[in-house]
T-cell receptor, first 112, second 115 residues
């Protein structure tokens, strides 16, 4: 059974810092991996999607990498801002394409 | 409104009552999903649908029923609500294009309380 973990569970950084969030999964037979952010009391906002054949994806200050063989993905946030404060979730889609497994999330606080 | 909408946004009900949560998407995505989010368990898949009239169970389907008579709608019914079904419910959709599954998009959620 696929299990997804995220480290750290919570992170507090001063504004302007570059930071890395980690996502690990136990079964490397994934179809793709998606990163989301969730603001308190809100739904999930899609950030980046990495297909299993890809190594990384970039969107603005965000860069996500994928190493399927080692079961890891990282989300790099450059020049963090207070507006980046949220919970970040990663989710893997299995090879059958129909099942998503989510990690527990990393709660990020960016201090002004 | 474009995107995914869920209704109601908040619902309080009593044990044993039937409750239906609605989900509507305007993109005509083939795939739709229902998740529940609980402290300590994260997001877990309840049911998914690959197309109209095609549905299948996810990780935690017990106590829930789904239907999909139209591509754009995917209602979730709790036939006899229990306190353990108190949760936040999210609907999502995605599409298959050019041989690839695309990203999932989520609705705003329904906060359900069962007394």
């Amino acid at each position: 059974k696929q299990e997804v973990t995220q480290i750290p569970a919570a992170l507090s950084v001063p504004e302007g810092e570059n930071l890395v969030l980690n996502c690990s999964f136990t079964d490397s037979a994934i179809y793709n991996l998606q990163w989301f952010r969730q603001d308190p009391g809100k739904g999930l906002t899609s950030l980046l999607l990495i297909q299993s054949s890809q190594r990384e994806q970039t969107s603005g200050r965000l860069n996500a990498s994928l190493d399927k063989s080692s079961g890891r993905s990282t989300l790099y946030i450059a020049a963090s801002q207070p507006g980046d404060s949220a919970t970040y979730l990663c989710a893997v889609r299995d090879n059958y394409g129909q099942n998503f497994v989510f990690g527990p999330g990393t709660r990020l606080s960016v201090l002004p | 409104d474009a995107g995914i909408t869920q209704s109601p946004r908040y619902k309080i009900t009593e044990t044993g009552r039937q409750v239906t949560l609605m989900c509507h998407q305007t993109w005509s995505h083939s795939y739709m999903f229902w998740y529940r989010q609980d402290l300590g368990h994260g997001l877990r898949l309840i049911y998914y649908s690959a197309a109209a009239d095609i549905t299948d169970k996810g990780e935690v389907p017990d106590g829930y029923v789904v239907s999909r008579s139209k591509t754009e709608n995917f209602p979730l019914t709790l036939e006899s609500a229990t306190r353990s079904q108190t949760s936040v419910y999210f609907c999502a959709s995605s599409e298959w294009t050019s041989g690839l599954y695309n990203e999932q998009f989520f609705g705003p959620g329904t906060r359900l309380t069962v007394l």
